[in-house]
């Protein structure tokens, strides 16, 4: 299986602020790799897929990079309605699993 | 707009069978691979397994392949995940999704809890 290790698992941040979250797949998965946000008491929503597509309807503040088995999620100017677990999550390989997610709540 | 409606869920003793449902509206139903994810109670994600837009296929993680099974019916737009000899580590918010292969609409869930 391949593992996903993501971090940090938990993120304060000020409004304002850039945040950024690592996913590091335990195996080269070619870019095949989506973000979710997941709000409290919500289902995930994808934010971006195969690294860095922007998802429909996602605000422009939010970007994707990496490539190989290094992979980012970087939020910029942080708004309130942010807070949220983000998780990665890899579609190259069957079991398709995910990071352990980042918390992510305003100071 | 898309939709996923899951149901079925509930208190469930150890050992027993639960068949959850998820009613697709939207978008056709029968052209999409769709997939189980569930999520635990500490927030751990889990990717269940995926079935062919024609049913013809399926594809398990390999720690529920013997107890899980998926199945659809695409004249009812109903995806279904029937859960046998049910343990307390399957106590979890299982949700329905469509698979494009990353997971691109979610349902809102639905709760598993495993106790006696």
């Known amino acids: 299986d391949i593992q996903m290790t993501q971090s940090p698992a938990s993120l304060s941040a000020s409004l304002g602020e850039t945040v950024t979250i690592e996913c590091l797949a335990s195996e080269d998965i070619y870019s095949n790799l989506a973000w979710y946000q997941q709000k409290p008491g919500k289902s995930p929503q994808l934010l971006i897929y195969?690294?860095?597509s922007l998802n429909d309807g996602v605000p422009s503040r939010f970007s994707g990079s990496g490539s190989g088995t290094q992979y980012s999620l970087k939020i910029n100017s942080l708004q309130s309605e942010d807070v949220s677990i983000y998780f990665c999550q890899q579609n190259y390989d069957s079991p398709f699993t995910f990071g352990s997610g980042t918390k992510l709540e305003i100071k | 707009e898309v939709q996923l409606v899951e149901s079925g869920g509930g208190l469930v003793q150890p050992g027993a069978s639960l068949k959850l449902s998820c009613v697709a509206s939207g978008f056709t139903f029968s052209d999409y691979w769709m997939s189980w994810v569930r999520q635990t109670p500490g927030k751990t994600m889990e990717w269940i397994g995926d079935i062919k837009y024609d049913g013809s296929y399926t594809n398990y993680a390999p720690s529920l392949k013997n107890r899980f099974t998926i199945s659809r019916d695409n004249a009812k737009s109903t995806l279904y995940l029937q859960m046998s000899n049910v343990r307390s580590e399957d106590t979890a918010t299982y949700y329905c999704?469509?698979?494009?292969?990353?997971?691109?609409?979610w349902g809102q869930g639905v709760m598993v809890t495993v106790s006696s």
């Open positions: 195969y690294a860095n």
């Open positions: 999704t469509r698979r494009q292969p990353y997971f691109d609409y």
